[in-house]
């Protein structure tokens, strides 16, 4: 219902950016994705460019998982992404080719049911101990804000490419529900001998950790 209620905004927006799209004004963007929930998922993200003035640009795009996760244990995955951003234009390299920094932010709305055994931490600071659990229903929304550096080439009268990478911090909200078989045991930390990071969704509560993001996508200008 979330997602087909997205969509029918989107497209509204878009549709109606269309129809009172001014010469240079406005774009359409496609971004081929790929989304953790919980497992890498490729993902359709359709957006909008809005041109405030010759060095503004206002960009919103969002992302919905397709196809089904190849974990047959994970069942009623859901995931959907909002992301808004606001460029500055660097000037001097020409029209053909466009350099920009920007500020980006996301929201990313995502859920499935674990029918497998797992475990989960009860916090990010308590490791003595986990719960395990024969089935659960994970929630574990995630907001990301980051710093942008792009380049966009003209391959066409109206086509563009968009060359980016970001990096920021990542909060994530995981809270388990509909827990089966629920019980408290001793955990014992797998040794690592450089990094050793588990998926932030297995652990409950609150977490920050570092983005990073990169990736290219085609714009149609107006």
């Not at 774009?27 to 003035?53: D, I, M």
């Not at 719960?131 to 080439?153: C, D």
Request: net charge positive; glycine share 8%.
């Amino acid at each position: 219902m979330l997602v087909s209620r997205l969509l029918f905004v989107l497209t509204l927006v878009l549709v109606s950016g269309a129809l009172i799209a001014q010469s240079g004004k406005w774009s359409l963007t496609f971004t081929p994705a790929v989304v953790p929930a919980p497992n890498l998922r490729y993902a359709v993200q359709f957006g909008a460019a809005y041109n405030l003035n010759d060095r503004f640009q206002l960009l919103a795009e969002l992302a919905t998982a397709t196809g089904r996760p190849y974990n047959q244990e994970v069942s009623n995955s859901r995931y959907v992404r909002v992301k808004p951003e606001i460029r500055f234009m660097f000037p001097g390299l020409g029209r053909e080719l466009t350099a920009y920094t920007g500020l980006q932010f996301s929201f990313s709305q995502r859920s499935w049911v674990n029918n497998g055994s797992g475990s989960y931490f009860e916090s990010n600071s308590l490791r003595d101990s986990v719960f395990t659990y024969s089935s659960a229903t994970i929630h574990s929304p995630v907001v990301t804000g980051s710093v942008q550096l792009g380049g966009m080439a003209k391959l066409g009268k109206h086509l563009f490419f968009d060359l980016f990478g970001g990096l920021g911090l990542r909060s994530v909200f995981t809270e388990y529900t509909s827990v089966v078989d629920q019980q408290k045991v001793e955990a014992y930390p797998p040794r690592c001998m450089i990094v050793c990071v588990r998926p932030a969704w297995t652990i409950e509560g609150s977490l920050v950790r570092f983005q990073l993001n990169m990736g290219a996508r085609l714009m149609y200008q107006f």
